[in-house]
């Protein structure tokens, strides 16, 4: 549930002009509902005649009163900009509360970036993306910037979900699939990567993520921002933006002019563990939304049909990979 605006209105007020960077009073003139992603609520704030974001944890408060899960993503968001400010490559961010005793939920305020979301993908965004993330992607060294290799990112996860999913009370997919996945994590263990130097990434590189500003093509919501390997950004921005054929070479091709060719090492090992994590995920995620486990499934307002299309283009993403057998079924059971 969205954040009633007269407890925004509140919260706002309640903040020294000092922690928004004002140096007079503060004046909230306006409180606007934007468009909001998977984890958070966004509402634009003019204040003092500038704009600013604030940003709000899609989840209610736990049985305790609290919210350990939206106060980690706030702090990582918080805690991640904060060490690439001096860089000027992510919009400031002024302000966080992770009690849940302002609003009923954790959030931060940002600077606001204005810009027209990205509907598709043209040669001249594409070329504009590989030179952010080359650049990105030379720097190495960030105090206080969390470090995640590849080797731990969701390891523990991938294997949970595959064990949850092949489990034979688990209804949601037949059975050939539950054996065929059964392979395809075998061929994902197996999977040897070469020690690496760790970048700065974004870590969630999509559509919802970039705009098109007066100033160019800009990257937005950084709460996954972390130092891990370069070519993990590259093979999540091929999955999630679904680039193939031309436009997986002209972004394969730009990004080489601006970097280092061993940052796009063993880039197919790197696209299969995320497929294949992805296509898990969405799995899980259908099974959550059929259960109604969480308050956080719930507040996103995603059908169970859209996981389902999900999977099944991941599939096909992981067959193109060779972890899964050709043209191999997936059934999502919907009861």
Known sequence: M????????KAVNGIKSRQLDLNTPIKLQS?????SGETHYNYLLTINDR???LRLTSVRKDDKGGNSWGAARIDLEFNGIKSLEKLGIAPKVYYKDTSCKILSKPF??????????ITMMTEKDLKSLALILAELHKIHNVKGLRREPVKNYNRKYIEKRVDIITD???KYVNNRFKANLREAYKRIKNIKLRRQRLSVIHGDVSKDNL???????KLIDWESVRLSEPQF?????????????RKRRILLSEYLKHSDKSNLEDLREYEKIRCFDRLLWSISEFAKLRQGITEKEKARHKSPSKYTANAHRELLRC????LFPKQTVLIICQK
């Open 2 to 9: 969205a954040e009633n605006v007269s407890r925004i209105r």
């Open 31 to 35: 409180i606007q509902p934007i468009t």
């Open 51 to 53: 704009k600013f974001l």
């Open 108 to 117: 931060i305020i940002s600077e606001y970036v204005a810009g027209r979301p």
């Open 168 to 170: 034979p009370d688990f």
């Open 211 to 217: 705009l098109r500003t007066k100033n160019g093509l």
């Open 233 to 245: 950004e590259i093979a999540t921005a091929l999955e999630r933006l679904n680039l193939t054929g």
């Open 319 to 322: 067959e193109a990979l060779g």
